[in-house]
């Protein structure tokens, strides 16, 4: 189940829980998830999944952007593409304000911040920006940062910067922004963010199109689950689509996938069982938007091994 409620999720609880009993949810699913929701959720929190197991087992996770749509659902497996799209929006980040009393950096973990006061002694060691940037690279290091944003004094902001490209990985991008306000930088800040996610997604679909000619990726449904079926699949490409209600047979083995019945299968929504497949197996999974004709055949693809 996934809520859009900034303030609280009850009032949206409230539209999708008669929805849910109609859909077979046992009482203890309920009660499980109206007791998570009373717990006090992290700073920021725009969105909220809950998933229930018939014997009222739950897990919980929060996103700072909400669905795009409240949704409940009952089946044999959990609707995680969502969670697994959240996820990919958490982007390790340093933020780093510079100015004629030193610099103030504040790291953005998955689950958390740090923040660090370098002073204007330091901002003046040897060295272009050599104390900012030494704290900074270290901060980035501790959280595998993927994403620096330097902002502040325009005359200072650019030394920073480039002391910062020689000490970070390439997968690090640096960026300078001259900036007003609070306001102001916090926007930028999840511009930049929205921005690396997104370069993300196009560097996975160019990686697709080049392994695909070298026959080390398919696309398209049918050949992705025929790769997880033979235990070939390495990463898995495909899209968060709640109204996708295709279903598959799976059985308890991870590779144990059919798209017509088979024994003792039972059925599950098709991404779903996909999920499943690939998380027992250890691959990874990416969440990709509709590409159309540029991207895979139905917007799934596998890399292989």
């Known amino acids: 189940m996934y809520l859009a409620a900034e303030d609280s999720p009850h009032e949206a609880w409230s539209t999708v829980r008669p929805d849910l009993i109609e859909q077979g949810a046992t009482e203890e699913a309920v009660r499980a998830i109206e007791a998570r929701l009373g717990l006090p959720a992290p700073e920021h929190t725009a969105g909220h999944c809950v ?34 799209e ?3 929006r958490r982007v390790a980040h340093v933020v780093v304000t510079v100015g004629d009393n030193g610099a103030d950096i504040t790291s953005f973990d998955v689950n958390h911040r740090t923040e660090t006061t370098v002073h204007s002694d330091e901002v003046a060691g040897p060295g272009p920006a050599h104390g900012p940037a030494d704290a900074v690279a270290h ?8 994403l620096v944003v330097v902002a ?5 902001t650019g030394a920073v910067s480039e002391a910062l490209v020689a000490r970070l990985p390439v997968t690090c991008r640096v960026v300078t ?5 609070l306001d102001d930088l916090v926007d930028l800040v999840v511009r930049h963010v929205a921005d690396t996610v997104a370069r993300t997604t196009v560097e996975q679909l160019r990686d697709h199109r080049f392994l695909r000619t070298h026959e080390a990726a ?14 070939a699949a390495e990463r898995v490409l495909m899209p968060d689509d709640p109204n996708d209600q295709r279903r598959l047979w799976i059985g308890a083995g991870p590779t144990d996938l ?10 599950a929504r098709l991404s779903d069982a996909i999920i ?12 990709i938007p509709s590409t159309g004709e540029t991207g895979p055949d139905d917007d799934t693809a596998a890399f292989t091994s």
Not at 152 to 156: A, C, K
Not at 258 to 267: A, R, Y
């Open 51 to 84: 998933i229930a197991a018939a014997d009222g087992t739950t897990i919980v996770d929060h996103a700072t952007d909400p669905p795009h749509d409240d949704l409940a659902f009952v089946d044999t497996r959990p609707y995680a593409a969502r969670l697994l």
């Open 86 to 88: 959240w996820d990919q």
């Open 139 to 146: 901060a980035c290091e501790a959280i595998s940062a993927r």
């Open 152 to 156: 502040g004094d325009e005359g200072l």
């Open 177 to 181: 922004e001259s900036v007003d306000s």
């Open 218 to 231: 398919v696309d398209g449904v049918n050949d992705t689950i025929a790769a997880l079926a033979a235990g």
């Open 258 to 267: 059919s798209l017509t019945q088979v024994g003792n299968f039972v059925q």
């Open 276 to 287: 499943r497949s690939a998380v027992l197996q250890g691959a990874d999974i990416y969440i």
